[in-house]
T-cell receptor, first 117, second 112 residues
Framework: GAVVSQHPSWVICKSGTSVKIECRSL??????MFWYRQFPKQSLMLMAT?????????EQGVEKDKFLINHASLTLSTLTVTSAHPEDSSFYIC?????????????FGQGTRLTVV | GQQLNQSPQSMFIQEGEDVSMNCTSS?????WLWYKQDPGEGPVLLIA?????ELTSNGRLTAQFGITRKDSFLNISASIPSDVGIYFC????????????FGKGTLLTVNP
């Protein structure tokens, strides 16, 4: 149990285009999902907290108009990188906490490698 | 903000050796989690700790929640080549905020 699926696993896009990344909890409901960004050989940096049915809470320094987050159901959250630029190239990872369980026990997706050319 | 100091930054060991890594925090945490991340993959939860002093094992892995609630360690016994990866500690300070603060990771290399 507690499987989180992230799609796509990698994507290459042209500068100026938008990219959508999906995060699904396959066998549990997730009231809260988190989006992280990870640079090579570095730790995970929290970008935003996504709560089902409400607006996401962004960390300081993260542009909410650039990184659009939608959490429309208890099993799906999406991150859209709008007007992507090369500096947005990174590894993006989502995590989900199981509703009704110890919510701090977060499970991660496989990650999405975004390359903007 | 909260900071987690994880050490060592990297380790090179021989197969069969035991490994120990730890994390310390500048503030109290209610939850400590240990994750392993393979290259190009998301982190996988290894052990979750919820009570000060708690000692929990998962196979060859053992982790403890420090009694001061500001530290935790992870031990790996009899290491094998597939233990290679980056190990992260993560902590949560509780309340309605479920956010995790991550350590910078320990890169483990196991020589066969």
């Amino acid at each position: 149990g507690a499987v989180v699926s992230q799609h796509p696993s990698w994507v290459i896009c042209k500068s100026g285009t938008s990219v959508k990344i999906e995060c699904r909890s396959l066998d549990f409901q997730a009231t809260t999902m988190f989006w992280y960004r990870q640079f090579p050989k570095q730790s995970l940096m929290l970008m935003a907290t996504s709560n089902e049915g409400s607006k996401a809470t962004y960390e300081q320094g993260v542009e909410k108009d650039k990184f659009l987050i939608n959490h429309a159901s208890l099993t799906l959250s999406t991150l859209t990188v709008t007007s992507a630029h090369p500096e947005d190239s990174s590894f993006y990872i989502c995590s989900a906490s199981r509703t009704g369980y110890r919510s701090t026990e977060a499970f991660f997706g496989q990650g999405t490698r975004l390359t903007v050319v | 903000g909260q900071q987690l100091n994880q050490s060592p930054q990297s380790m090179f060991i021989q197969e069969g050796e035991d490994v120990s890594m730890n994390c310390t925090s500048s503030s109290i945490f209610n939850t400590w989690l240990w994750y392993k991340q393979d290259p190009g993959e998301g982190p996988v939860l290894l052990i979750a700790l919820y009570k000060a002093g708690e000692l929990t094992s998962n196979g060859r892995l053992t982790a403890q929640f420090g009694i001061t609630r500001k530290d935790s360690f992870l031990n790996i016994s009899a290491s094998i080549p597939s233990d290679v990866g980056i190990y992260f500690c993560a902590g949560n300070s509780g309340g309605s905020n479920y956010k995790l603060t991550f350590g910078k990771g320990t890169l483990l290399t196991v020589n066969p």
